[in-house]
């Protein structure tokens, strides 16, 4: 149980197109989902967490009108990459949880490359 | 603010020999620790976790990892390295035991495993 898919996995996109990234959770309703930015060989960065229903909150740093992120039922959350840049390019990382005592860990996506050219 | 460190980019073991990646970490309240492995251009796999009880906690594919209050550390080991460890590991700590609540990632180990 508790798997995260993405979708696409990988992504080729032209410089100021539009890139949407889907994460489902397939056996479990997510509450909060997150997204992660990782660049080669570095750490994952935190880019926003969303709850159900809600708006997501941005960590510092990250432009919300540029990282459009729906978290419409408690199995979807979407990450729309608007007027894409080279500097976009980079392995995003989603993570699903359920809030509560019980579930007390984030399952992980796959992740999704995305090359801007 | 909750942090935690690696201070090692890279682990080199040989097959066979036991392997230590170390952690250490800083919360103000009591700490959740993670630890996970991502093998290249995959997301990642959860290893095994501390939230309370035993110190020495036990995870997949043999590893496991000691969560020591006093030196605010939580090391992950293995007893004998295989090839196929080879990967990069992260250590994450979350304030809080909801799960809604953010994790912060240590910077990553790469492990090497040489035959």
């Known amino acids: 149980g508790a798997v995260v898919s993405q979708h696409p996995s990988r992504v080729i996109c032209k410089s100021g197109t539009s890139v949407k990234i889907e994460c489902r959770s397939l056996?479990?309703?997510?509450?909060?989902m997150f997204w992660y930015r990782q660049f080669p060989k570095k750490s994952l960065m935190l880019m926003a967490t969303?709850?159900?229903?809600?708006?997501?909150?941005?960590e510092q740093g990250v432009e919300k009108d540029k990282f459009l992120i729906n978290h419409a039922s408690l199995t979807l959350s979407t990450l729309t990459v608007t007027s894409a840049h080279p500097e976009d390019s980079s392995f995003y990382i989603c993570?699903?949880?359920?809030?509560?005592?019980?579930?007390?860990?984030?399952?992980f996506g796959p992740g999704t490359r995305l090359t801007v050219l | 603010a909750q942090s935690v460190a690696q201070p090692e980019d890279q682990v080199n073991v040989a097959e066979g020999n036991p392997l230590t990646v170390k952690c250490t970490y800083s919360?103000?309240?009591?700490?959740?620790l993670f630890w996970y492995v991502q093998y290249p251009n995959r997301g990642l796999q959860f290893l095994l976790k501390?939230?309370?009880?035993?110190?020495l906690v036990k995870g997949s594919y043999g590893f496991e990892a000691e969560f020591n209050k006093s030196q605010t550390s939580f090391h992950l080991k293995k007893p004998s390295a295989l090839v196929s460890d080879s990967a990069l590991y992260f250590c994450a700590v979350r304030d809080g035991i909801n799960a809604g609540n953010m994790l912060t990632f240590g910077g990553g180990t790469r492990l090497m495993v040489k035959p």
């Open positions: 501390y939230i309370t009880g035993d110190n």
């Open positions: 969303s709850n159900e229903g809600s708006k997501a909150t941005y």
């Open positions: 056996d479990f309703q997510a509450t909060t």
């Open positions: 993570s699903a949880s359920l809030a509560g005592v019980l579930y007390n860990e984030q399952f």
């Open positions: 919360v103000s309240g009591n700490p959740y």
